[in-house]
């Protein structure tokens, strides 16, 4: 086992590193809660294209309502995605969406978290608080699409 030793000018508590260090595990396991649940969205919406697909190869006139409905399936796993990592934008160049996502929200959490060495500040725990709660909304609209829509 490696011992990793902190720099000698810092003042650094075994309790603050611990501190970080629980405060980055708990951020760990949300970002991995929103990645799984983007990665069953992405995965329902492969799956509905595909079905369009093959309905439209079929005979295009005899199932127009479920190509519809697989288009509308797409649309709202589009909007139950955005909530997570955003909106795709068409625009060109450098641009910037004042809209914040749930995944910028944790990481930005998890980035004030890394960079505290003397402990986690009302700041990162406020951060951290709105992290979990952006990501909660989230979810609660993922499991009434996959409980309603889907």
Do not use: C, H
């Not at 003042?11 to 809660?33: H, P, Y």
């Not at 960079?115 to 979810?139: C, D, F, P, V, Y």
């Amino acid at each position: 086992m490696v011992t990793v030793k902190t720099d000698p000018r810092l003042k650094v508590s075994m309790a603050s590193v611990n501190e970080v260090f629980q405060a980055r595990k708990q951020l760990e396991g949300l970002i991995q809660t929103a990645a799984d649940a983007v990665k069953q969205l992405v995965e329902s919406k492969d799956l509905a294209n595909k079905f369009e697909k093959e309905m439209k190869d079929l005979d295009k006139n005899k199932y127009k309502d479920q190509i519809k409905a697989s288009k509308d399936i797409v649309k709202q796993i589009d909007s139950v995605v955005a909530l997570y990592i955003g909106k795709e934008d068409k625009r060109q160049g450098i641009i910037r969406n004042r809209k914040v996502t749930g995944m910028q929200r944790l990481n930005t959490a998890n980035y004030y978290s890394a960079t505290r060495k003397n402990g986690i500040t009302e700041t990162e725990k406020r951060l951290i608080r709105l992290s979990e709660e952006e990501l909660k909304k989230a979810l609660d609209k993922t499991n009434t699409f996959f409980n309603d829509s889907w």
